[in-house]
């Protein structure tokens, strides 16, 4: 494979709790230790439940928030070292659409303006000109150009998570962070937003970082998948590979879990014991090893925390995964 | 034998300045004892509202209108006066909701919230209440019960928020048990845990059960009938593996089609067109016919009945009547 669009390595992210007893509390780990590649025009899914860090890898290489240590690589630099003035010139190739687009959107300026303000203050068209990109994004997200004049507040779900996604290709990004971008929305508009963000990508060739807790709407859309569970990535590689033989007793379980619209399919159920745990006192060794369900764990799951392998294809982070189960 | 519930022509409306509003419309469904029906449909198809008249807990401004007929077991709830109510409300009919957080007293413990629950329906010590909420908790699951019976929602997960709920709803051992989006707020490996208590629970007191999801995955191999909601109507009715196995409403076959798969080959998704109209501006005719692929001239003006199409199994669809000849 040629080189990475973008690659994240050693990704930390720690908070610090705050309050009365905020020096005795021990850290959030809310990300610890993530790293992975994103190629040209290539679609990454970034899987897990809620509290396993997703959400703050997605924030955190945009620099949104401060990483506690870790590297960006994107054209060469390190994203997250550059001075002000670097990071506002390469902010426009890194986007991000957010799961609610109604809290991102201002409520008093139109969605013309909305649209329009990236393309402003990066200079990426005269001022004349402006309008006539506006109503070619909206087209492009399939909204009548007509549009651009009105509020947010008139818009439907679906509507607005197209607004937000005209909003970030306003500035012709070469990488989209989608944070749970159709888990707000029903069925019938989820796919039509899906099948947008598919359409997007062939015909201008960007990158996704998809985060999502839908298996099936990341195997829907990622050709690769990583699977995080606080704050480390548990599994990843191809998506038809790592979902068709899951190595990783987590994915498993998640793979089970997730529901079937039909009632044909015998699947094996596996019901994981327990809550995941907080990411401020994490487990000892395997931080899965309180709920895994794996006959063969031992007393090394409890004391030794796993690092990725490569198996097979894929990477896991389990001391008994095996090729092929 | 005669059915636990009957609803008939249910008919809801909010007034509102300019436009009624009239968010379910003529909804007829029965549900016999032990019976799992699950109501199924998008955001503002009426399934929520539709759970809340049968315990005529509508919000205001709202109104069941008349003519609408509520039934269990023969009794006339629609009738009854405050104390009646009370003696079904909570005691026959239970309910638990998408977000227990809500549902639940913050300034009181587990044990009281559940104690009050059993005292409100049996007339039993304080004590024996409190050894019942034991039991209950022991029943839905909770790891170490006994600690937890003292804790405050605040200090459970999501997961143990909804098995306490549970709890607090079998207290009066109900014959129906109303679960709106039950598992909607959480992650899916603990969705799977508390889907599996639901069909434990079913099992072992022969409860009937209204499940409200717009999740069809979940409703596969648990519930028996399934009733498709659009429009504040039933568009289809059929047994769990009819309705699989033979989807008929366009509307029904357009939301299986939108929903990504987890296994087979990834194809693009079918979405529906357009969007889910306002509760103040039903179409005219079939309430579908803007969004319906396959749409003859007459679904513009006239509203299709509930039509057979097999056994047990109805839409409102005038494709009934052509699949007949």
Same mark, same amino acid.
Do not use: W
């Given at each position: 494979m040629s080189s990475p669009l973008v690659e994240v390595r050693g990704l930390v992210k720690y908070y610090k709790a705050t309050g009365f007893?905020?020096?005795?509390?021990?850290?959030?780990?809310?990300?610890?230790?993530?790293?992975?590649?994103?190629?040209?025009?290539?679609?990454?899914?970034?899987?897990?439940?809620?509290?396993?860090?997703?959400?703050?890898?997605?924030?955190?290489?945009? +620099?949104?928030?401060?990483?506690?240590?870790?590297?960006?690589?994107?054209?060469?630099?390190?994203?997250?070292?550059?001075?002000?003035?670097?990071? +506002?010139?390469? +902010?426009?190739?890194?986007?991000?659409?957010?799961?609610?687009?109604y809290s991102s959107l201002n409520p008093r300026m139109n969605v013309g303006n909305?649209?329009?303000?990236?393309?402003?203050?990066?200079?990426?068209?005269?001022?004349?000109?402006?309008?006539?990109?506006?109503?070619?994004?909206?087209?492009?997200?399939?909204?009548?150009?007509?549009?651009?004049?009105?509020?947010?507040?008139?818009?439907?779900?679906?509507?607005?998570?197209?607004?937000?996604?005209?909003?970030?290709?306003?500035?012709?990004?070469?990488?989209?962070?989608?944070?749970?971008?159709?888990?707000?929305?029903?069925?019938?508009?989820?796919?039509?937003?899906?099948?947008?963000?598919?359409?997007?990508?062939?015909?201008?060739?960007?990158?996704?970082?998809?985060?999502?807790?839908?298996?099936?709407?990341?195997?829907?859309?990622?050709?690769?998948?990583?699977?995080? #569970?606080?704050?480390?990535?548990?599994?990843?590689? +191809?998506?038809?590979?790592?979902?068709?033989?899951?190595?990783?007793? #987590?994915?498993?379980?998640?793979?089970s879990a997730v529901p079937v619209p039909d009632p044909e399919t015998k699947r094996l159920r596996i019901i994981l014991p327990g809550d995941p745990p907080s990411p401020s006192n994490p487990p000892s060794g395997c931080a899965f090893h309180p709920r895994c369900p794996d006959p063969d764990k031992d007393e090394r799951c409890t004391t030794e925390r796993p690092v990725l392998r490569q198996i097979g294809g894929i990477e896991v982070a389990c001391h008994h995964a095996k090729v092929n189960r | 034998m005669s059915p636990l519930l009957e609803v008939e022509n249910l008919r809801i409306t909010f007034p509102s300045s300019g436009a009624t509003s009239r968010p379910v419309d003529g909804v007829s469904f029965s549900l016999s004892k032990g019976e799992l029906l699950a109501v199924?449909?998008?955001?503002?198809?009426?399934?929520?509202?539709? /759970?809340?008249?049968?315990?005529?807990?509508?919000?205001?401004?709202?109104?069941?209108?008349?003519?609408?007929?509520?039934?269990?077991?023969?009794?006339?709830?629609?009738?009854?006066?405050?104390?009646?109510?009370?003696?079904?409300?909570?005691?026959?009919?239970?309910?638990? =909701?998408?977000?227990?957080?809500?549902?639940?007293?913050? %300034? =009181?413990?587990?044990?009281?919230?559940?104690?009050?629950? %059993?005292?409100?329906?049996?007339? %039993?010590?304080?004590?024996?209440?409190?050894?019942?909420?034991?039991?209950?908790?022991?029943?839905?699951?909770?790891?170490?019960?006994?600690?937890?019976?003292?804790?405050?929602?605040?200090?459970?997960?999501?997961?143990?928020?909804?098995? %306490?709920?549970? /709890?607090?709803?079998?207290?009066?051992?109900?014959?129906?048990?109303v679960a709106d989006e039950p598992t909607t707020a959480l992650d899916v490996t603990v969705q799977a845990q508390i889907l599996e208590l639901l069909d434990r629970l079913r099992a072992a007191r022969g409860m009937a059960v209204l499940l409200i999801t717009h999740d069809l995955g979940i409703v596969a191999g648990r519930a028996d009938r399934v009733a498709v909601m659009y429009a504040g109507r039933l568009v289809e009715e059929a047994t769990t593996a009819a309705l699989f196995a033979r989807p008929s409403h366009p509307y029904t076959k357009g939301l299986l089609a939108s929903v990504p798969r987890i296994t087979g080959t990834v194809t693009r998704l079918t979405p529906i067109a357009g969007t889910v109209p306002p509760p103040t501006a039903w179409p005219s005719g079939c309430r579908f016919h803007p969004r319906c692929p396959d749409a003859l001239p007459r679904c513009a003006t006239d509203d299709p009945p509930a039509l057979p199409v097999g056994e047990q199994h109805r839409m409102r669809c005038w494709l009934a009547e052509a699949g007949q000849r």
């Open positions: 007893l905020a020096r005795k509390a021990p850290p959030v780990r809310a990300v610890d230790g993530v790293s992975f590649t994103v190629g040209k025009g290539e679609t990454l899914g970034l899987v897990g439940e809620s509290g396993c860090g997703k959400s703050t890898v997605g924030r955190t290489i945009l +620099r949104l928030q401060d990483a506690t240590a870790g590297s960006v690589f994107f054209d060469g630099s390190d994203f997250l070292a550059l001075d002000p003035a670097a990071l +506002r010139q390469a +902010r426009r190739k890194l986007q991000i659409i957010f799961q609610d687009p909305a649209i329009a303000e990236g393309i402003e203050i990066h200079r990426l068209a005269p001022r004349a000109e402006i309008p006539g990109r506006v109503a070619q994004l909206l087209e492009e997200v399939g909204l009548d150009p007509g549009y651009a004049a009105r509020y947010p507040h008139e818009f439907s779900g679906g509507q607005r998570q197209r607004i937000g996604i005209a909003r970030a290709l306003a500035v012709e990004p070469e990488f989209i962070v989608c944070d749970e971008p159709v888990s707000a929305l029903d069925v019938s508009v989820q796919a039509q937003v899906l099948n947008l963000l598919a359409d997007l990508q062939a015909r201008r060739g960007i990158s996704y970082l998809f985060i999502a807790h839908d298996l099936a709407v990341v195997r829907q859309i990622a050709q690769r998948v990583a699977v995080m #569970y606080l704050g480390r990535i548990v599994e990843s590689g +191809r998506t038809e590979e790592v979902l068709a033989r899951p190595a990783h007793p #987590y994915t498993k379980a998640l793979l | 199924v449909g998008e955001s503002g198809c009426g399934k929520s509202l539709t /759970a809340l008249a049968l315990l005529r807990l509508v919000p205001p401004p709202g109104q069941i209108l008349p003519g609408s007929v509520i039934r269990l077991e023969g009794t006339d709830v629609l009738a009854l006066g405050a104390a009646e109510l009370r003696s079904i409300r909570g005691r026959r009919v239970g309910m638990i =909701f998408q977000d227990p957080m809500t549902s639940l007293n913050p %300034v =009181f413990t587990v044990a009281d919230q559940i104690s009050e629950s %059993v005292r409100a329906h049996q007339q %039993v010590s304080k004590r024996a209440a409190r050894a019942r909420a034991l039991e209950l908790l022991q029943e839905v699951g909770i790891p170490d019960p006994v600690e937890r019976l003292d804790n405050y929602p605040h200090q459970l997960s999501g997961g143990m928020r909804q098995r %306490v709920m549970i /709890a607090i709803a079998l207290a009066s051992e109900p014959e129906l048990l």
